[in-house]
């Protein structure tokens, strides 16, 4: 089990940036991919991004496409979101996760299932006023 914090959020206008961290107890480059997801008020939680620690790839929403960035840093044991051209709907409690078992097929669709991941933080709220 590996522990998750999360940081970084906040409360901005539209069209300006966050960058949120998520820093794990251990490496995490022994996780086989993290991500990112969101939960806003009355909502499910629904996928935001993913990187997949073999070969760096990353997985993106198309709501979020374009304008946000998932990258990670094996060193410090810390996966980012950078988050730029902010709109009010991306308004949500921001949660990072960890999964370690290796996806098949659809990647894109694997880590975008909640039940891919195994732990998950306590999530950081950001909140983005028009």
């Known amino acids: 089990q590996v522990q998750l914090v999360e940081s970084g959020g906040g409360l901005v206008q539209a069209g300006a940036s966050l960058r949120l961290s998520c820093a794990a107890s251990r490496r995490t480059s022994s996780s086989y991919a993290m991500g990112w997801f969101r939960q806003a008020p009355g909502k499910e939680r629904e996928f935001v991004a993913a990187?997949?620690?073999?070969?760096?790839?990353?997985y993106y929403a198309d709501s979020v496409k374009g304008r946000f960035t998932i990258s990670g840093d094996n060193a410090k044991n810390t996966v980012y979101l950078q988050m730029n051209s902010l709109k009010p709907e991306d308004t949500a409690v921001y949660y990072c996760?960890?999964?370690?078992?290796?996806?098949?097929?659809?990647?894109?669709?694997?880590?975008?299932?909640?039940?891919?991941?195994?732990?998950w933080g306590q999530g950081t709220q950001v909140t983005v006023s028009s």
């Open positions: 996760a960890s999964g370690n078992s290796r996806a098949y097929g659809d990647v894109w669709y694997e880590l975008s299932r909640r039940s891919f991941y195994d732990d």
């Open positions: 990187i997949q620690w073999r070969g760096d790839s990353t």
